[in-house]
């Protein structure tokens, strides 16, 4: 990748793969491969359809005693 980067850039004098990394780094590109998502199954989708019915009366009180939260499971290295 340095040698790529040397040629795109035209510079004469070496790069060291740590100066790329943080260039990189600077532009937000990072090496991590992403984890595809499992497709949205047909009985999950009824089920988000069967909740959001009986969901969509509540009143904004009725909202304040859900506890919501953003935590998610990730695998940063899949085997």
Known sequence: ?????LVH?????????KTAQQELHK???YGRAAVAKPPVTENN???LKRWCDD???????DWMY???SDESYFMLFPI
């Open 1 to 5: 990748m340095t040698t790529e980067l």
């Open 9 to 17: 850039l035209e510079v004469r004098n070496a790069v060291t793969t």
């Open 27 to 29: 532009s937000n590109v």
């Open 45 to 47: 989708t009824e089920r």
């Open 55 to 61: 969901h969509k009366t509540w009143m904004s009180g």
């Open 66 to 68: 859900v506890i919501w």
